[in-house]
């Protein structure tokens, strides 16, 4: 069998450099470019040294440890133990996620895909077996593109569910609950009474209305025409003024509930301080929350036993 060990190392070479570029986004770390190729190179050292020194220490699991810790520090530099620790484990972690994505496909389709150590290698003859190659040329990125964009969702969704809390309108004596998200740049109050807005979206509000109703609200809404409100609502809705995030001077509508209770860790917050704006659209498009709340209602509602 023949191997044509510049073209495997080129490949290695480039695989390498990618994951690194992983464990740079995962980490949140900045790096000069020419260190992440460094670090590229010497990880991809490992192709020749497993070919030609197949004996050596490096090959054994110990020797791959602490050769993969002389690849952090060269392309993102020491720090201290803890970070290199971090950025090795996402380094591995990445391989891993990866790799394992591979090997997924490649037992779906059966190509010969085989892994070494953190790279991730095709022999077949020669060049390799040109579908095992382009599988891994294309199927490498794509990958790499998933972990990453799951792995950044993952962050900011960890991030929004810590935040999220359940949250009870009584209003116009019906009373409904949904998920609320205590968004910290919702600072908008009634400029006359002070008063904190909520922002909930139309499929929650559309709870207390009738469908006649809602259009007729919209309506009004669309064509500032404010005759056409509903009479049952006209004694709850107000208009907030406020300013828009381009400058531009716009109106809210907004609904006055009788009680708003948040759920808040272990404690039931409860206001009738507040105003309800009314968003005539979903907030989010997986329906997660459809309440945004001001956090200044955190501070300001009564804590109530739950």
Same mark, same amino acid.
């Given at each position: 069998m023949i191997i044509y060990l510049d073209a495997v190392?080129?490949? %290695?070479?480039?695989?390498?450099?990618?994951?690194?570029?992983?464990?740079?986004?995962?980490?949140?770390?900045?790096?000069?470019?020419?260190?992440?190729?460094?670090?590229?190179?010497?990880a991809s050292l490992l192709v020749p040294i497993t070919f030609y020194f197949p004996e050596s220490f490096f090959v054994g699991v110990v020797g791959k440890v602490l050769y993969s810790i002389f690849i952090i520090w060269s392309a993102f530099g020491f720090k201290s133990i803890y970070r290199t620790l971090k950025l090795l484990? =996402?380094?591995?972690?990445?391989?891993?996620?990866?790799g394992g994505g591979l090997l997924a496909v490649h037992f779906?389709?059966? %190509?010969?895909?085989?892994?070494s150590g953190s790279s991730?290698?095709?022999? %077949?003859?020669?060049?390799?077996?040109?579908?095992?190659?382009?599988?891994v040329v294309v199927g490498f990125p794509i =990958?790499?593109?998933?972990?990453? %964009?799951?792995?950044?969702?993952h962050a900011t969704e960890k =991030?929004?569910?810590d935040q999220l809390c359940m949250v009870t309108i009584q209003l116009n004596k019906a009373t409904y609950s949904t998920q609320g998200? =205590?968004?910290?740049?919702?600072?908008?109050?009634?400029?006359?009474?002070?008063?904190?807005?909520?922002?909930?979206?139309?499929s929650f509000l559309k709870n207390w209305f009738t469908e006649k109703d809602w259009q007729l609200i919209k309506a009004s809404y669309e064509d500032l025409n404010f005759e056409q409100l509903p009479s049952e609502w006209e004694r709850f809705i107000q208009i907030v003024p406020y300013q828009g995030v381009q400058g531009k001077s716009e109106f809210l509508f907004t609904v006055?509930?009788?009680?708003?209770?948040?759920?808040?860790?272990?404690?039931?917050l409860v206001t009738s301080n507040v105003l309800i704006g009314i968003q005539f659209a979903e907030l989010v498009k997986d329906g997660s929350y459809h309440c945004l709340l001001q956090p200044q209602i955190i501070k300001l509602a009564a804590i109530s036993s739950a």
């Amino acid at each position: 069998m023949i191997i044509y060990l510049d073209a495997v190392w080129m490949l %290695n070479f480039l695989l390498d450099a990618m994951l690194l570029l992983l464990t740079q986004a995962l980490g949140r770390e900045v790096t000069k470019k020419w260190r992440i190729i460094c670090g590229a190179f010497i990880a991809s050292l490992l192709v020749p040294i497993t070919f030609y020194f197949p004996e050596s220490f490096f090959v054994g699991v110990v020797g791959k440890v602490l050769y993969s810790i002389f690849i952090i520090w060269s392309a993102f530099g020491f720090k201290s133990i803890y970070r290199t620790l971090k950025l090795l484990l =996402i380094f591995y972690f990445s391989t891993f996620s990866i790799g394992g994505g591979l090997l997924a496909v490649h037992f779906l389709i059966q %190509n010969p895909v085989s892994l070494s150590g953190s790279s991730v290698l095709t022999f %077949n003859g020669g060049f390799g077996d040109p579908v095992s190659w382009v599988f891994v040329v294309v199927g490498f990125p794509i =990958i790499w593109w998933f972990t990453k %964009n799951r792995m950044d969702k993952h962050a900011t969704e960890k =991030i929004r569910y810590d935040q999220l809390c359940m949250v009870t309108i009584q209003l116009n004596k019906a009373t409904y609950s949904t998920q609320g998200y =205590i968004d910290s740049g919702n600072q908008l109050t009634d400029p006359i009474t002070k008063k904190p807005v909520v922002i909930c979206d139309e499929s929650f509000l559309k709870n207390w209305f009738t469908e006649k109703d809602w259009q007729l609200i919209k309506a009004s809404y669309e064509d500032l025409n404010f005759e056409q409100l509903p009479s049952e609502w006209e004694r709850f809705i107000q208009i907030v003024p406020y300013q828009g995030v381009q400058g531009k001077s716009e109106f809210l509508f907004t609904v006055r509930p009788e009680k708003l209770m948040v759920y808040y860790g272990e404690q039931k917050l409860v206001t009738s301080n507040v105003l309800i704006g009314i968003q005539f659209a979903e907030l989010v498009k997986d329906g997660s929350y459809h309440c945004l709340l001001q956090p200044q209602i955190i501070k300001l509602a009564a804590i109530s036993s739950a």
